[in-house]
Nanobody, 115 residues
Framework: QVQLVESGGGLVQAGGSLRLSCAAS????????MGWHRQAPGKERELVAR???????NYADFVKGRFTIPRDTAQNMVYLQMNSLKPEDPAVYYC?????????WGQGTQVTVSS
């Protein structure tokens, strides 16, 4: 049973920074890739950032240059470092992991940005 537990959400002022954490219940090398998605009210869930097993990363255009997705392979942790947060970034952020044809999700963590 794969478990992903997010933490680190909260309220931050526009222009500020926040770091989200995702703790995986097993080795993150067992996954093809891990990522962060977000879903704002009334909108579809969208990919924010992803890191594959080799360490290669990709980012949605709307976060390039502001967000990064570092990982700690010894601790089985993946992070989302969010800098220069904008009023359009508030959403529930979800950690995701893919293994072959299976996809796993965390419970989500709320990020709120005040202007």
């Amino acid at each position: 049973q794969v478990q992903l537990v997010e933490s680190g959400g909260g309220l931050v002022q526009a222009g500020g920074s926040l770091r989200l954490s995702c703790a995986a219940s097993g080795s993150i090398f067992s996954f093809n890739g891990m990522g962060w998605h977000r879903q704002a009210p009334g909108k579809e869930r969208e990919l924010v950032a992803r890191i594959i097993v080799t360490g290669r990363t990709n980012y949605a255009d709307f976060v390039k240059g502001r967000f990064t997705i570092p990982r700690d392979t010894a601790q089985n942790m993946v992070y989302l470092q969010m800098n220069s947060l904008k009023p359009e970034d508030p959403a529930v952020y979800y950690c995701n992991a893919d293994r072959n044809r299976d996809s796993y999700w965390g419970q989500g963590t709320q990020v709120t940005v005040s202007s």
